[in-house]
């Protein structure tokens, strides 16, 4: 069992609004909504082997299970597939990383097939490309691609010189602009990777039928990945490519063979992506602190959020630590 330091209180695609305004992804009523958190250990079960009480956690609480989530003062926290905090992380950044980590680790490791070094160094560079469709979302400013040593080619809003900068601080190489029509990001594609690519990531849910044709068209590869956070549209991938749809939300549900495959993935990668961010080779995301602190200072940021006056994720601190 955990109790409440911070929250991360995210854009409108996020879950928690989500939850909120429509029902979705809750299984209990009354619900308490909330996924990526910061906790201190109080108590622990007699079959943990991994936490004691004191330590500091954070991750992505699996959804709709009123026990696991994270906006009520304590919560449980099932061990395996929640972060140990690293002292070079901040609360405040861990609050930023469960849910990006997570789902750009289902769609990179368990679709992609890309394997993270054990030791937390970057591997070596590799001559080939993997492109990230919204390199500078939660989700695809998670480096894994980078770390695993491909060649990013990331796509992004061209509003602000600013967000392409952010996906290469990242680890893109070359980024394209996210909003050009079909033929001019399959012309930038097909220009910046010379086809040398067999795998492409959408981390926007704006982008299957770029993704799609990219591979069909611009590829040289003879096995093509294409893996997506869109868990909801009704795909239909050719079958000379390998389809692969993050499905987060169905970490810990453990009466679904869905929910047990998500979850021993997850249980599994989860050392090796405590080890990169201790080592820095895969880092937080950006994000602002909301002024104050406790359930009044959660319950304003939503509003600002839903406002649109906040740029990035705002971190909410709900007690002090
Ligand atoms: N299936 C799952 O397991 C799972 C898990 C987590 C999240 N998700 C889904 O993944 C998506 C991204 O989540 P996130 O947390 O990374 O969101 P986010 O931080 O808000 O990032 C959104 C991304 O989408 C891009 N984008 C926005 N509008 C676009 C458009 N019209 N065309 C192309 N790109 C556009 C943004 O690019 P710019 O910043 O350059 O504008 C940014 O890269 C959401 O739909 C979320 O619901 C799914």
Redesign the pocket.
């Known amino acids: 069992m955990a109790t409440q330091t911070g929250i991360t209180i995210?854009?409108p695609?996020?879950p928690e609004p989500l939850q909120q305004h429509s029902g979705l992804l809750i299984n209990e009523w009354p619900a308490i909504i909330g996924s990526d958190c910061a906790a201190v250990v109080i108590a622990v079960g007699p079959d943990c082997q991994k936490l004691s009480p004191g330590d500091y956690v954070y991750g992505c609480a699996p959804l709709g299970q009123n026990r696991f989530t994270p906006f009520q003062e304590t919560f449980l926290v099932e061990e395996k597939v929640f972060l140990k905090k690293s002292p070079n992380l901040s609360i405040e950044e861990t609050c930023t990383i469960g849910?990006?980590i997570l789902?750009a680790g289902?769609c990179l490791l368990g679709g992609a097939e890309l394997e993270l070094s054990e030791d937390g160094t970057k591997a070596p560079a590799k001559d080939e490309w993997i492109v990230v469709?919204?390199?500078?979302?939660?989700?695809?400013q998670f480096a894994i691609a980078h770390v695993c040593g491909y060649k990013v080619l990331a796509?992004?809003?061209p509003?602000k010189e600013s967000?392409a900068q952010v996906a290469k601080e990242n680890g893109a190489i070359a980024t394209f602009n996210?909003?050009g029509s079909v033929e001019e990001q399959l012309a930038d594609i097909k220009k910046i990777t010379g086809g040398n690519f067999a795998r492409i990531v959408d981390?926007?849910?704006?982008?299957y039928e770029i993704m799609v044709k990219a591979l069909e068209t611009c590829s040289t590869a003879t096995t093509k990945y294409l893996m997506s956070?869109?868990?909801w549209s009704e795909f239909k991938t050719p079958p000379t490519i390998k389809e692969y749809?993050?499905?987060?939300?169905h970490l810990c549900r453990l009466d679904e063979a869905l929910g047990i495959e998500v979850t021993k993935d997850i249980a599994r990668w989860i050392p090796t992506f405590e080890t990169h961010l201790a080592t820095g080779t895969i880092k937080p995301t950006q994000y602002q602190v909301a002024d104050g602190m406790g359930w009044e200072t959660v319950i304003q940021g939503i509003q600002d959020l839903e406002d649109g006056k906040a740029l990035k994720k705002i971190v909410a601190r709900v007690q002090k630590e």
């Open positions: 995210d854009g695609n996020k849910v990006g789902t289902l469709l919204g390199g500078t979302g939660s989700v695809g796509s992004c809003s509003s967000i996210s909003r981390s926007t849910a704006y982008g956070v869109d868990d749809r993050a499905e987060l939300g």
